[in-house]
């Protein structure tokens, strides 16, 4: 079979209807939350410091023996990473198996 050779092209700031779409919006919601996690906790610690009295109530608390702050980034951030990878292929595939039974339905 002599089929004509597409050229695809990706843009994640303006990708096509349909899958891509979906896809990228899933992408960027889960970038979003890790750098809300991420980040956002960090600064958070940062805006609360009050460095006179020794830093803010999130420094001073203790969870499994270890500072709240160290357990969150030595701990928690590896598994939220974890978290957001099954996340996320979970809706890839549910995307992925919705448009192929939509693919299959236009052959029929």
């Excluded at 939509?102 to 052959?107: A, L």
Aim: net charge positive; glycine share 6%.
């Amino acid at each position: 079979m002599d089929r004509k050779r597409e050229i695809y092209t990706v843009n994640l700031f303006r990708p096509k209807k349909g899958y891509m779409r979906e896809e990228v919006f899933i992408i960027l919601a889960v970038l979003f939350g890790w750098g809300v996690v991420t980040f956002g906790f960090q600064l958070l610690i940062r805006l609360l410091s009050d460095a006179p009295q020794g830093g803010s109530m999130l420094t001073r608390l203790h969870l499994f023996n270890l500072p709240f702050h160290f357990w969150f980034t030595a701990q928690f951030l590896p598994l939220w990473f974890i978290i957001l990878c099954v996340i996320f292929n979970v809706y890839v595939d549910r995307l992925t198996q919705r448009h192929d039974r939509r693919r299959d339905r236009t052959y029929e």
